[in-house]
């Protein structure tokens, strides 16, 4: 197990202004890898929501398969949850969107149930701009299947297995600009002073927000040889971030300029390479941003931090006039509302 957490809480422990304390935002104890980044994940969900003053029972929290998709059960427990199939996770949250707008959406996938079999899913949850919170823990792998590589596995990097990756890999934050994303971030996990901001305004914008974390597989994808690994991300890092987590050691926390890039050693002797997009980033360009993902990919970084942004979009209910009220609040009048109400619709489509 990863951590373990006292039942004893001080009486005068720190609540937000809802008087609930972080307790409230926690959920059962992980069973995950000790290390794993998605646990630095699940924590900066818990502390955003926190400072947030969220009620967790206004919010729900839906996943596919995966290591990352069991992920939910570690946090927000007293939150609405449902864990789908393999790469469905866009469709049932749309169909649960589409029931009550009134609640807050989190999605949390994987690169495989993104990229590889929830492709087409994704695609569409984008390009109809659902509001909802959009995170993939991206670690390069099938970690829940022992170590297969993703399509989010760079080309030539190598995981547990030795064998390099043939294939061209597939960039979701470049993918979720060209199909219309609202908002678009990536993050490392184990930078919590940049991932909780981005958590924060992804739950804020008034549409699809979209950010991709790079959460290393301590188990199957942790080599020197993978660039999914801590040594290589944290040495190829172009980043808007921080980084802070190391699997199985103590943690490592690391602040540098924005505009900068920093290289930082891995507890087993890889390194990451984190690059901060700089202040004078313009955020509502599309084309700026694609570039600027290829400028620092070509010199082998990996650009962090907040990547686009456009608040001006209207969301799906916006765009198919969708009723305010959450479908379960209807009454039998409102949706029978008679054969009058029958002949107007049908005279206007005369």
């Known amino acids: 197990m990863t951590f373990i957490r006292p039942n004893f809480r ?3 422990n720190h609540t ?23 646990d630095s994940i699940s924590a900066a969900i818990i502390k955003s929501c926190f400072e947030l003053n969220l009620e967790p029972h206004k919010i729900a929290k839906i996943s596919g398969i ?21 790469g469905r996770m866009p469709s049932v949250t749309t169909g649960a969107n589409m029931a009550n707008r009134d609640l807050l959406y989190i999605g949390v996938s994987g690169d495989g149930d993104t990229a590889s079999i929830g492709m087409g899913q994704f695609a569409h949850v984008v390009r109809r701009n659902l509001n ?15 170590g297969q590589d993703s399509a989010t596995a760079d080309k030539g990097s190598a995981g547990k ?16 600009l060209q199909l219309g994303a609202g908002m678009v971030a990536r ?6 002073q940049q991932l909780v ?34 040594e290589w991300v944290r040495d190829h890092l172009e980043a808007t971030g921080t980084i802070d987590f190391i699997p199985e050691k103590s943690e490592i926390t690391i602040d540098y300029p924005a505009g900068s890039s920093r290289q930082v050693q891995l507890h087993d002797g890889s390194e990451l390479v984190l690059q901060k997009n700089a202040n004078d980033y313009d955020l509502s360009s599309r084309k700026a941003a694609m570039n600027r993902i290829e400028s620092v990919k070509e010199a082998g970084n990996i650009l962090t931090g907040l990547i686009y942004h456009n608040e001006n979009q209207g969301d799906t209910h916006a765009s198919i006039n969708t009723t305010q009220r959450p479908l379960n609040a209807l009454t039998e009048a409102d949706l029978c509302p008679g054969s009058a109400v029958l002949e107007q619709l049908n005279a206007g489509l005369r």
């Open 197 to 230: 901001p981005l958590i924060k305004a992804a739950i804020k914008h008034p549409g699809f927000a979209f950010i991709d974390v790079i959460s290393p597989c301590v188990t199957f994808n942790n080599t020197p040889a993978s660039t999914k690994g801590y």
């Open 161 to 176: 297995k030795g064998v390099p990756s043939v294939f061209d890999s597939i960039d979701l934050c470049q993918l979720a």
């Open 132 to 146: 909802m919170v959009y995170l993939v823990m991206n670690n390069g792998c099938y970690g829940l299947t022992k």
């Open 10 to 12: 001080h009486p005068e």
């Open 187 to 192: 993050s490392f996990s184990g930078d919590k």
């Open 66 to 86: 995966g290591c990352s998709s069991k992920t939910p059960t570690y946090f927000l427990g007293k939150a609405h949850g449902f864990n789908s199939v393999h």
């Open 16 to 38: 937000n202004e809802i008087g609930y304390s972080i307790k409230n935002y926690e959920g059962a104890l992980s069973t995950l890898c000790a290390g794993c980044g998605h």
